[in-house]
């Protein structure tokens, strides 16, 4: 089965700090993204990669960057936390393979609270 | 805008009862896939079902099934004989883009089973 890692399952951080999201995957998938949820938004895209050293902007980068320097491990960076950015975060991997779209694995999600 | 609608936030069904929840979809694409999730209360999001548009055959999966209506852009979920453990949030989401696998979800239903 894939495993997805997110390393924190709860962090509570304070306005102003940097603050580090790890998620670590172990099925060598292209793909990896991730996700804020929110209550009555669903899911909302923050970043995907779909390569190593590869970004995409999703819906909502706003607040936040990220890095892949390997390719199991995509890292969710929060600058300069703020208390509108308390959620949860999911990442998700996913393969290319020889479908062209392939269902998400997702990790356990890491709950954020900034105060 | 390529958005997912799920109208419902909030479901309940007898137990070995059947319940359908909705969701609806615009793309400007012919052929795309669609998904079904399943958020538990222990929240590690796990995928359900998977249409693909080009299918005119409802995709099943054991006691869930879907009834993808292509022309009207719907795409519902009905579970036959709930069982408690099928107790969740239900996440409908599809890849707008043809290219990558960036999913976009709806904002949710939450779906109680009542023993």
């Known amino acids: 089965d894939v495993k997805v890692t997110q390393s924190s399952r709860y962090l509570v951080k304070r306005t102003g700090e940097k603050v580090f999201l790890e998620c670590v995957q172990d099925?060598?998938?292209?793909?990896m993204f991730w996700y804020r949820q929110d209550p009555g938004l669903g899911l909302r895209l923050i970043y995907f990669s779909y390569d190593v050293k590869m970004k995409e902007k999703g819906d909502i980068p706003e607040g936040y960057s990220v890095s892949r320097e390997k390719k199991e491990r995509f890292s969710l960076i929060l600058e300069s936390a703020s208390t509108n950015q308390t959620s949860m975060y999911l990442c998700a991997s996913s393969s290319t393979g020889t479908a062209r779209i392939s269902p998400l694995h997702f990790g356990n999600g890491t709950r954020l609270t900034v105060t | 805008a390529q958005t997912v609608t799920q109208s419902q936030p909030e479901m309940s069904v007898q137990e070995a009862e059947t319940v359908t929840l909705s969701c609806t979809y615009d793309?400007?694409?012919?052929?795309?896939?669609l998904f079904w999730y399943k958020q538990p209360p222990s929240r590690q999001m796990i995928l359900v079902i998977r249409q693909e548009a080009y299918k005119q055959q409802n995709a099943t999966e054991n006691r869930f099934s879907v009834n993808f209506q292509k022309a009207a852009k719907s795409f519902s979920l009905k579970i036959s004989d709930s069982q408690l453990g099928d107790a969740a949030m239900y996440f409908c989401a599809f890849p707008p883009s043809r290219l990558n696998n960036d999913m976009r979800f709806g904002a949710g239903t939450r779906l109680t089973v009542k023993p």
């Open positions: 099925m060598d998938h292209e793909n």
């Open positions: 793309t400007s694409e012919s052929d795309y896939y």
